[in-house]
């Protein structure tokens, strides 16, 4: 009876290995599965300067392509402020062509003639004075006063001092403007040109484009809101590339790698087999336990898993559940 019992024993002992060794070397040929939800990035699409809306030309759902204008902005001020630019462009090249061209020869001419003018000045003015003076002498201060002589002598120095003046002048015309007057002319044509430039610019964003090729998301403002760059007017869900976002623990990190190919599977298509593979695997883990980790302990850090999939027909939706199955294969 003993040995029989023994021998049941030993039978069930052998029975219970050989199914442990069974059931371990089935489940490691079973597929690894992962849950996660879809992830989708976004834009949130706002005018680069404030002002007034005017209208809006798509709705929320609205598959929207790179470059299409989806938004615009009023206008007419901004015109306007456009045209005074192009005359303040148009003045200060003028302003600068004059400096830079130099004197013309009708103002060296005239110039010229302002020294001659002031030389006939002076030689009479050096003739008045030397008659006053010689009647002065020969009178003995009879026939002329002391008062006619002082202003004789005043009127030559005054004459004197005028054609010095119109020599530099004459001087000045004949060189012409100064390097640094016609670089600040440049300078200033260029700052017409450039703010010119800017105001062209912000009416050309004064059309809201889309970057790329999305689905409108939210529609956040309306025609007459004030926009501005730090208030979005639509949310744009991009709809290529698509992931995966998913969990796996420690002890089945080794199971995968980037680049491993994968299939997604969502409730609305069980069947439908989404291709996609993993394009990045956290380093690091997203729950760590505060004290020393265990073997039990290691099992419970989770490392984030994004599994890039090609949704051709469009299914997968922001924050979808979703199951992610690799092949055993590695």
Known sequence: MKKKVLVISILIVVAAVAFWFWYDHSRDDQPLVLYGNVDIRQVNLAFQWPERIKSLKVQEGDVVTSGQVLAEQ???????????????VDSAYEAYLELKNGSRPEEIARS????DAAMSRQTLAEEN?????????????QGISKQEVDDAVSQLSVARNDLVSAQKAYELVKIGPREEAIRRGHAEWQKALADLSLLKLKLEQSELRSPINATVRNRLLEPGDMASSATPVFTLAINSPKWVRAYINEVNLGKVRPGQHAYV?????????????????????EFT??????????????????????????????GMPATVTFSSEK
């Open 289 to 318: 336990p505060k004290t020393v980790e265990t073997p039990d302990l290691r099992t419970n850090l989770v490392y984030e898993v994004r599994i890039n999939v090609e949704d051709k027909m469009n299914r997968l939706r922001l």
């Open 265 to 285: 599977t969502i409730d609305s298509y069980p069947d439908d087999k989404i291709p996609g593979q993993i394009g990045f695997i956290s380093s690091v883990a």
């Open 112 to 115: 010229k003639a302002l020294v």
């Open 74 to 88: 009023e206008t007419d001020i901004l015109k306007l402020e456009i045209k005074q630019a192009e005359a303040s």
């Open 129 to 141: 004075y030397n008659r006053v003076q010689s009647i002065y002498k020969k009178t003995k201060g």
